[in-house]
């Protein structure tokens, strides 16, 4: 099995998302449940960007242990400075310097012709090298640049030091083959990339952010970055539970694992969501309220006999609470039979056939009958009957 390290920048990319902003205080508490959950790296933010995420970065590599702690910075040596000094208690740590590659980017954000850039890049992962041996370089934009020009400049960053090279999909634009075939090229045609590790970064534009993630593993990356919930810029980054349930769920065809401790995914995910103010959505994958709930009849039919019959995952060993089978208008006879039964209550076939009438008028009327209306209702039957 390939081991895949999973760098976690919830509160780095993450925090890009509009509106979610945290506090250090808000991210210190998030960076231990980080560590505790078994990411590899935490990106804790951008220590140029602000004196609150100077801090917030500082605190957590002060105070979070057994992880390695990653700065955040552009090619620009004061971004770097900062980065450097901000980590530099961390017991493990690693500084992340990106430079756009695309033409987009160079001719209209950068203004600067590609030997300028190369020049850049060189010359600012050169700097860093004096004080940090793990360099991460990313070429922004990468799955718009041509081969030739990203080649160079991920040569030239070798040449110069970068020990990780995260080749990101900055605007969710690759489709999955793409993705995973341009690692293929790179790690083939690049001299010095036998010496790196590689690493994916996906957006979720097209929402296909963790399947070009799988793709790249596939072809070989030994890292992926990833958001809790998914959080991040426009539609979002790369999912962490997503990715590290498909991962888990699918091991034998991905030849793959992580060192995640799934038990803590969904405390995790409920903390992110609060602290940035960010709902998940009902139907998101492993941790949205319906994941594992199941409201029509034959599903619920098929559950009660074995739940392998409709759920590929065990919420339980993620941490999500159970009693998870809800019911409405579609469910059937041996679903509400079965939640009577939880509760004590034994009905003959006559009081069976009283309440489901009456269920079912019920669950048209409010959409999901809860237990204590259920009771109610089963109170009137027993009643009546
Ligand atoms: O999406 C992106 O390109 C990034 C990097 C700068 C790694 O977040
Ligand atoms: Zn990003």
């Known amino acids: 099995m390939k081991r895949i390290r999973i760098f976690d920048t919830t509160l780095r990319d993450g925090e890009q998302a509009p509106g979610a902003s945290l506090h250090p205080e808000q991210k210190i508490v998030i960076a231990r449940q980080l560590a505790q959950l078994?990411?590899?790296?935490?990106?804790?933010?951008?220590?140029?960007?602000?004196?609150?995420?100077?801090?917030?970065?500082?605190?957590?590599?002060?105070?979070?242990?057994?992880?390695?702690?990653?700065?955040?910075?552009?090619?620009?040596?004061?971004?770097?400075?900062?980065?450097?000094?901000?980590?530099?208690?961390?017991?493990?740590?690693?500084?992340?310097m990106f430079l756009s590659s695309s033409n987009i980017h160079l001719d209209f954000q950068l203004k600067k012709s590609r030997e300028q850039v190369i020049q850049i890049a060189r010359s600012m992962v050169a700097h860093a090298k004096q004080y940090v041996d793990r360099i991460e370089f990313s070429p922004m934009d990468a799955t718009r640049t041509g081969d030739e020009f990203l080649f160079e400049m991920i040569e030239?960053?070798?040449?110069?030091?970068a020990t990780i090279i995260n080749i990101p999909d900055t605007v969710g634009y690759a489709l999955p083959e793409e993705y995973g075939a341009m690692f293929t090229r790179v790690m083939k045609g690049v001299r010095g990339s036998g010496q790196v590790e590689f690493s994916a970064h996906c957006h979720n534009d097209l929402g296909l952010a963790v399947a070009n993630s799988l793709?790249?593993?596939?072809?070989?990356?030994?890292?992926?970055?990833?958001?809790?919930?998914?959080?991040?810029?426009?539609?979002?980054?790369?999912?962490?539970e997503e990715l590290v349930m498909a991962?888990?769920?699918?091991?034998?065809?991905?030849?793959a694992e992580t060192g995640i401790r799934p038990e803590h995914i969904y405390s995790v995910s409920q903390k992110v969501s609060r602290s940035m103010s960010f709902p998940i959505a009902f139907n998101k994958p492993i941790v949205g309220r319906n994941a594992f709930?199941?409201?029509?009849?034959?599903?619920?039919?098929?559950?009660?006999?074995?739940?392998?019959?409709?759920?590929?995952?065990?919420?339980?060993?993620?941490?999500?609470?159970?009693?998870?089978?809800?019911?409405?208008?579609?469910?059937?006879?041996?679903?509400?039979?079965?939640r009577v039964s939880q509760f004590g209550v034994q009905l003959n076939e006559e009081q069976m056939e009283s309440l489901y009438v009456k269920f079912k008028e019920l669950a048209d009327r409010d959409k999901v009958v809860h237990d204590a209306q259920l009771l109610e209702l089963v109170g009137h039957t027993v009643n009546v009957v």
């Open 215 to 240: 793709a790249a593993i596939r072809a070989g990356v030994t890292q992926v970055e990833v958001t809790v919930n998914g959080v991040g810029e426009r539609a979002g980054n790369c999912s962490l």
């Open 156 to 161: 030239a960053v070798i040449e110069e030091g």
């Open 38 to 96: 078994g990411v590899d790296v935490i990106e804790p933010g951008f220590p140029i960007s602000s004196p609150g995420d100077f801090t917030a970065v500082q605190q957590i590599s002060r105070e979070v242990h057994g992880v390695e702690i990653c700065g955040f910075a552009r090619a620009v040596k004061e971004d770097i400075d900062s980065a450097i000094r901000a980590t530099q208690d961390a017991e493990r740590r690693r500084l992340h």
């Open 293 to 338: 709930q199941h409201e029509a009849g034959i599903h619920q039919d098929g559950l009660l006999k074995n739940r392998n019959t409709y759920e590929i995952m065990d919420p339980e060993k993620l941490g999500v609470p159970r009693s998870m089978i809800i019911l409405g208008k579609h469910s059937g006879r041996h679903a509400i039979k079965h």
């Open 247 to 255: 991962i888990e769920t699918r091991k034998e065809a991905l030849g």
